[in-house]
């Protein structure tokens, strides 16, 4: 089909410009020599979605930006924006204000997110109601300038956001970088907390507001027993502990299930003090480095970006024996550029 033709076109291109097709609107012509203007059963003409319009018949983009389809239903989500949440988002922030029962959390929105108090962790993973001596002792948990990754709980009527970090793959974000890329550009997945695979052993939080988190893996912790509880076989920061004590508690159970949840809870707890406390080596700061710079890189050339993009990226700077500074060099540029494969 025609349009479909066209439409799978712009997607494998990702991100179009202004006066792009994108695909046609005319209903297609049914199969089996029925009548010429009767449509088939799944040749329904493509609807037209914020960002495109109409002309002559066909689809065409009027901003710039990457192609996004729901069902029939054609868009094009702008490069250059602010964050717009969705529920179920995962997103990385900065607390930018401590205050009664709750944090305001800088999400790159048009407004600051909010973090309740009820909605994190306490010390230890303790269920229990929150009271006036865990308000006292909020800055504990979190405070002005502290990176935190969360997950959007609700999107109000104003476009505020809440937030809430109840999972113990959630919290505050140490010795690490901070980068800020296009929200546009970061490729919703399934999983955004994710271990690039050895040598380059780097972990990342891929927030879907524009904003990543990059440290050494968690695995390098191998000598000691929690690292384990970190990495999985597959790879993935923090999931197998987190999604086991949160299917533990959420089975409806006694206490056994609760004192399980707290013994992760404190176990990741440790973990996470080793990782803050830990002394990055200058291989590992390299590396750090390189996908540091290897997302700046894919940012501003405006490519998609994802943990397949992140690594041709790295691989392609190590085989071509460059420093991780020299990412950032414009006479790199096109090398690299074509090393991102197409739709990754």
Known sequence: MEGDDDFESALRSEIVVPGDALASTAPAAAPG?????APSSGGASWLRGHGTF???GTLTSNLAGRVTRVNRLVSVAPLA???????GDV????VREVGSKRWRVDVRARQDGVLMLSAVNLQGGAQRRRTFEDQ???????????????EVHAVFADGSLSLHARSLKYGRLENGLFVAVAPGLVRRLKQHFVTLPPPCGVDLVLGLNGYVWVTESLGALGADGLARLSVGPDGQLLDAVADGAGSGAGGGGGGAEEVLQEGMAEAIERLKALAAARVIGPEARARVARVRNALALLSRLRCPISPESILAVYEA????????AAL?????????????PKGS
């Open 91 to 94: 997103v990385v922030g900065r």
């Open 33 to 37: 020599g029925a009548g010429a203007g």
């Open 328 to 340: 950032l060099l414009p006479e790199h540029e096109a090398a690299l550029a074509a090393a991102v």
């Open 81 to 87: 924006a602010r964050y717009v949440g969705e529920v």
């Open 136 to 150: 006292l002792a909020m800055r504990q948990l979190l405070t002005e300038g502290d990176l935190v990754s969360a």
């Open 317 to 324: 700077s190590e085989r071509g024996g460059l420093a991780p």
């Open 54 to 56: 109409v002309e002559g």
